[in-house]
């Protein structure tokens, strides 16, 4: 008898369950970084050393039957160090380009703040367009392909602030946090004996481009769209914000809500969807004003409050 055929839910779980393996108590974390995946945007871990967020970029990339590349970021890095540099060879009396880390299906930035600002902007053309700019030329990046940076605080030594455009790149924002009790027994029980690539590779990358497709055909009612718009748009407006959500944003939510609408095993987008989704999508995106950073506001809690404000639509299948 034939086996039935795995559902996107049923490979997405699957997913998860196999990062959990080393990735202990943070559930909620590995699967918001698989919606980041399936909706072919970018992840951004952040919190303080030590909290597992290079463990969960690299258990991410060893599930997945797919190359990868890390980056060590670092204040004397530079841009082509990231994208590629073309040289002449001698030999065949020609310039060729000789492809930077970048080229990967999935590429790891650690600590990509203790890099400067010139150097992170090197990012900024393939995260949007999928390709990279040398010296005139343009070359495209494998598909899919998504950045997952992690960076520590800001306030911690040698570390600079992301530029904004940089920040409205990423469709994700998660902080790991320090895991709890029974979580942490675990890591000391296993003596931390395990690497990532240990762990065994759960889907293809045509299992994972058919997701995206399957992901896309998700049906978002009018009113659902409305919504996000409604959303996206009161924080720009929001007390304490200085720069609200772009449109990059709205879109950003959009899809990330029809990937969450899938692992549920739906063909249609719910508010709740929406509502789950709008902290780790819109937060980093909204720049706050000097008086909100003196009073220590999180870009969460705005989010929070506007979630509470706007009324969802009754019915959005």
């Known amino acids: 008898m034939t086996a039935p055929a795995l559902t996107f839910s049923d490979v997405f779980h699957a997913m998860a369950d196999n990062v959990e393996q080393l990735v202990k108590g943070k559930r909620e974390a590995i699967e918001l970084a698989l919606i980041c995946l399936l909706s ?29 590349h890390r980056i060590q970021f670092t204040p004397d890095l530079l841009p082509s160090d990231i994208t590629g540099v073309t040289f002449y060879r001698q030999s065949a009396e020609s310039f060729e380009f000789r492809p930077g880390p970048v080229f990967a299906n999935i590429v790891l930035g650690d600590e990509i703040n203790r890099a400067s600002p010139k150097t992170q902007s090197a990012l900024l053309e393939v ?17 899919p392909f998504m950045v997952i940076a992690t960076q520590n605080p800001i306030g911690m030594g040698g570390t600079y602030p992301l530029p ?5 790149r990423f469709t994700v924002r998660l902080a790991m946090g320090y895991p709890d009790h029974q979580a942490e027994a675990q890591i000391l029980a296993s003596g931390a004996s395990d ?54 944003g709205s879109l950003a939510l959009l899809r990330a809500a029809r990937v969450r609408a899938a692992s549920f095993s739906r063909r249609y987008a719910t508010p709740d969807d929406v509502k789950a989704l709008a902290g780790p999508v819109l937060a980093h995106r909204l720049v706050l004003t000097p008086e909100a950073e003196l009073s220590e506001v999180q870009g969460s809690e705005i989010i929070g409050d506007v979630v509470r404000a706007i009324a969802a639509p009754r019915s959005a299948e």
Request: hydrophobic share 40%; aromatic share 2%; proline share 7%.
């Open 195 to 248: 690497v990532p690539e240990s762990l065994p590779s759960v889907a293809e990358l045509d299992t994972v481009a058919a997701m995206i497709t399957q992901a896309q055909q998700v049906y978002t009612a009018p009113a659902l769209r409305d919504y996000i718009i409604q959303l996206v748009a009161a924080t720009r407006t929001a007390p304490g914000v200085r720069l609200g959500a772009s449109p990059r």
């Open 164 to 168: 904004e455009a940089q920040l409205d």
């Open 40 to 68: 072919e945007g970018h992840l951004l871990i952040e919190d303080v050393p030590g909290t597992g967020k290079t463990t969960l970029a690299r258990c991410l990339a060893a599930t997945l039957q797919a190359s990868w």
């Open 127 to 143: 995260m949007q367009e999928r390709r990279v700019t040398v010296d005139g030329n343009a070359h495209e990046v494998p598909r």
